[in-house]
């Protein structure tokens, strides 16, 4: 079954301590990307990576990393979690960053930061 | 910058009638893309339909349609014969369609759509 799956799906955690949020998809995607949603603003972008070791910031980068070391994987990393960074966590893919490429999201990781 | 605003937070209708989903735009771009996308109570992001700007005829996907003013900028969603799976909330979203995109969705607030029995 074709589908992009995230890791952990629940998380609660504490200022300071670093975590990664995996996330993998099984359709040999080039492009990927991560969104973090709030209550009230909807999705924004975070970073995007467009293949292999190419990786760009999306609109709110700060406070965190990604690599995209393999084509499948492309993990968010929060190395210094503060309690801002709260919220619900999408991983997507698709074949390219064009609006004809449709976009398949992750089922959501939803991190608390104590 | 491109900007989608939904101003309806809220929306409630009978199962079986028909409602529509408001959506308005601010770019000036001229070649570029609209989507609904669904998120009911699982949480799982689910396309709903997209629309080319540069195509005329409204987008439609079974009970699902489209009302897209270019010149308006408005890009509104109708669901006809509304079941009770189509409780969730509604998104709408941008992207630019010229090449070098950056891939990037620019999401409307959301509209939370619930259909009573």
Known sequence: EAQVTQNPRYLITVTGKKLTVTCSQNMNHEYMSWYRQDPGLGLRQIYYSMNVEVTDKGDVPEGYKVSRKEKRNFPLILESPSPNQTSLYFCASSLGPRGADTQYFGPGTRLTVL | ?117
């Open chain 2, 1 to 117: 910058a491109q900007t989608v605003t939904q101003s309806q937070p809220e929306m409630s209708v009978q199962e079986a009638e028909t409602v529509t989903l408001s959506c308005t735009y601010d770019t000036s771009e001229s070649n570029y893309y609209l989507f609904w996308y669904k998120q009911p109570p699982s949480r799982q992001m689910i396309l709903v339909i997209r629309q080319e700007a540069y195509k005329q005829q409204n987008a439609t996907e079974n009970r699902f349609s489209v009302n897209f003013q270019k010149a308006a900028k408005s890009f509104s969603l109708k669901i006809s014969d509304s079941q009770l799976g189509d409780t969730a909330m509604y998104f709408c979203a941008f992207m630019k369609g010229t090449l070098g995109s950056q891939g990037n969705l620019i999401f409307g607030k959301g509209t939370k759509l619930s259909v009573k029995p």
